[in-house]
């Protein structure tokens, strides 16, 4: 066991004293170490809540055995989900399928607009996803996805009085263990132990990838401040799951503010251009590289990852690649593309291959020696004013595509071919010499 450094130190004094905890924790900054010497240091009972299987698993390894390493779904499917095993995984169907069972059978007119079966249809199911994802008890009209066009206040009443009955109708469906018109997703056996008001039986939780959190499962871990001391950890910077209903839950949590700033995963050159992205995002935290590992920006000619920004950019690379005559596996992406990738039936496991291609929502969590960004990150449109040569200024950075960004370029450890990222240093919001400004430790400490 290495020295902790005095960041780690920290966080280890004030989960003895019993504090509630908030951390911020950077890219490669040690977080799964950090937690594990908490665990360590205690004899009691815990419980580590992991965004998905493969980190709980990893996760496991570190921990004590007073320790169980779990994902919410497991912990809900084990209480609820179980009953409803023979209605998972069955095939997908159209929505608008669904729509008829439910009885969603002619167009309506809204505001001179036409809704079909098939737009309603999606509503309907769109209302329930949103509704398993938020903390509320019933479904309601802030679940129902606004339509453009018809997205004011009254249309939009007029809109959740069509699709709740429906939605309602949908939601009653899924309550059938054995059979039911409505596919039955892992999201809804999670929302239907979330109602149940579970008890999580724990001395203390220790929440990873807080910044991802859904407000079900936000409910969820805040409900056992009462018996348990909440650990929450992740990087608001790494907050890129917000179209799919996840929040950052770390902002506004009430515990001491505790920040891991020194990242072992790569060394100052890397640290800096992190902070770029950091500052644009408007982080909390600067990171501080460590100074051993050579880590520099440069060209890559063979890299061992490539991360792209787009389902379109990372088949272009893949079969760029297989065209080059390299092993190529595919480390992230939806099922449409993983089943397009597939086949080509060129694809291998990572284990062998010669280069990964991923995307970069995949890519979290992950690392790579040498990666290289994909040129489908393009720069934002520049704008309609002009600058004192005519030349038109530059677009503002979205604070989303910021934190991809972030992502992206914070998975190398040695080498960083900037690629499609190069256009930043030209960029105003680039221009920052932005200093780690979080509580500075040793280069000692624990390696993620």
């Known amino acids: 066991m290495l020295k902790p450094t005095a960041e780690q130190a920290a966080a280890a004094e004030a989960f ?3 504090d509630h905890l ?35 698993q990893a996760a496991a390894q570190a921990f004590p055995r007073t320790v169980v390493c779990k994902t919410a779904h497991s912990l809900a499917f084990a209480a609820i989900g179980h009953r409803y095993a023979a209605r998972l995984n069955a095939p997908r169907i159209p929505s608008w399928r669904t729509g008829v069972e439910l009885g969603i059978n002619r167009s309506i007119t809204l505001d001179g607009r036409d809704l079909s079966p098939r737009v309603l249809s999606a509503l309907v199911l769109r209302t ?17 996805p606004r339509l453009r066009g018809i997205d004011t206040g009254e249309l939009h009443a007029e809109l959740a009085d069509l699709v709740l009955p429906y939605a309602g109708k ?15 997703e892992h999201d809804h056996y999670l929302k239907m132990w979330a109602l149940s008001q579970p008890r999580i039986g724990a001395d203390f939780l220790l929440l990873d990838e807080a910044q991802d959190t859904n407000p079900v499962l936000e409910e969820v871990f ?48 890397l640290a800096q251009e992190a902070n770029r992205w950091l500052t644009i995002a408007q982080a909390p935290i600067r990171l501080t590289g460590t100074d051993t590992i050579p880590s520099e920006i440069c060209e890559v000619e063979e890299p061992e990852a490539v991360l792209c920004r787009t389902n379109v950019g990372t088949m272009i690379e893949i079969m760029k690649h297989l065209d080059d005559g390299c092993a190529v596996a595919l480390a992230g992406g939806g099922q449409a593309l993983r089943a397009l990738a597939h086949a080509a039936d060129c694809l291998i496991d990572e284990r062998h291959a010669e280069v990964t291609v991923s995307t970069a929502h995949k890519a979290k969590g992950r690392q790579w020696t040498t990666v290289r960004i994909a040129d489908d990150f393009a720069p934002p449109p520049d704008q309609e004013e002009t600058d004192e040569n ?5 677009g503002p950075i979205d604070d989303t595509e910021a934190r991809l960004a972030y992502v992206a370029v914070t998975r190398a450890r040695y080498g960083l071919d900037l690629g499609g990222l190069s256009w930043i240093h030209h960029h105003p919001a680039g221009q920052t010499d932005d200093a780690p400004t979080a509580l500075q430790a040793p280069s000692t400490g624990q390696p993620l």
Not at 43 to 55: K, Q, T
Request: proline share 4%.
């Open 22 to 56: 908030v951390i911020q924790a950077g890219a490669g900054t040690g977080t799964t170490t950090t937690l594990a010497l908490l665990a360590h240091a205690t004899r009691r009972r815990g419980r580590y809540l992991a965004f998905n299987r493969a980190i709980a």
């Open 170 to 184: 949908a939601w009653a469906d899924l309550q059938h263990p054995d059979q039911g018109v409505v596919r039955f």
């Open 16 to 18: 003895e004293a019993g």
């Open 222 to 269: 805040l409900n056992q401040r009462g018996h348990a001391q909440l650990v929450m950890v992740g990087d608001s910077a790494q907050a890129i799951y917000g179209w799919r209903g996840a929040k950052d839950v770390m902002t506004g949590f009430d515990g001491t503010l505790l920040t891991l700033s020194r990242s072992f995963r790569f060394g100052p050159a």
């Open 390 to 394: 005519g030349r038109p200024l530059p």
């Open 128 to 144: 329930v996803e949103r509704f398993c994802h938020s903390a509320d008890p019933v479904l309601g009209a802030r679940h129902v």
